[in-house]
């Protein structure tokens, strides 16, 4: 049985950096086409997909925020990892991570919610 | 980045009917198409992948269908716990896009 469990701090300031640990279980990011995938929901963008990284470290970020994002993985701690630097107001919603065994997302987290504040 | 509308936006509906929902893709998706469902406080779940392949587990009275840059998701006999918001999403083409959902609720 596919699980995953996003955690974070909850709440951080203006130009600060996120990080967000994703821990899972039921799947290996050691198993070939296995991808975890971070997506986010907010209420300007509504659900906006973020970045993924795949079992031989291949990653994509969206490029919208590309020079922001940076995702890794402990394959064998079952974790998967993704930054954001220097957030804003903008960045405030909820945050999930998925694993993907193709370009969908077939299980989600059940999401780590995020605030941007001063 | 490929545009994906979604309609209606919201709607109503009572036990037992059929509802459909619509997703336009801004060009030629390939049916690299998938449908979401989002209870209520809940993280989405997929349903449909493929355009129209179901998903482990999820029940049959839901479908999907379509080609090109058309497609729509049916749910027949509606049932209290599909109160919910539906969201498309294409993967034809990077980045992937979601569709701004569908809002369904009981007449």
């Known amino acids: 049985q596919v699980s995953l469990k996003e955690s974070g701090p909850g709440i951080l300031q203006p130009f600060q950096t996120l990080s967000l640990t994703c821990s899972f279980s039921?799947?290996?990011?050691?198993?070939?086409?296995?991808?975890v995938g971070w997506i986010r929901q907010t209420s300007g963008k509504g659900l906006e997909y973020l970045a993924t990284i795949w079992w031989d470290d291949d990653k994509y970020f969206n490029p919208s925020l590309n020079s922001r994002l940076t995702v890794s993985k402990d394959t064998s701690n079952n974790q998967a990892f993704l930054k954001i630097t220097s957030v804003d107001t903008a960045d405030t919603g909820t945050y999930y991570c998925t694993a993907s065994g193709a370009d969908y997302f077939d299980y989600w987290g059940q999401g780590v919610m995020v605030t941007v504040s001063s | 980045d490929i545009q994906m509308t979604q309609s209606p936006a919201s709607l109503s509906a009572s036990l037992g009917e059929t509802v459909t929902i619509e997703c336009r893709a801004s060009e030629d998706i390939y049916n690299g198409l998938a449908w979401y469902q989002q209870k209520p406080g809940k993280s989405p779940q997929l349903l449909i992948y493929n355009a129209n392949s179901l998903h482990t587990g999820v029940p049959s009275r839901f479908s999907g269908s379509g080609s090109g840059t058309q497609y729509s998701l049916k749910i027949n006999s509606l049932q209290s716990e599909d109160v919910a918001s539906y969201f498309c999403q294409q993967y034809y083409d990077y980045p992937w896009t979601f569709g701004g959902g569908t809002k369904l609720e009981l007449k």
């Open positions: 039921g799947f290996s990011l050691g198993t070939s086409n296995m991808g």
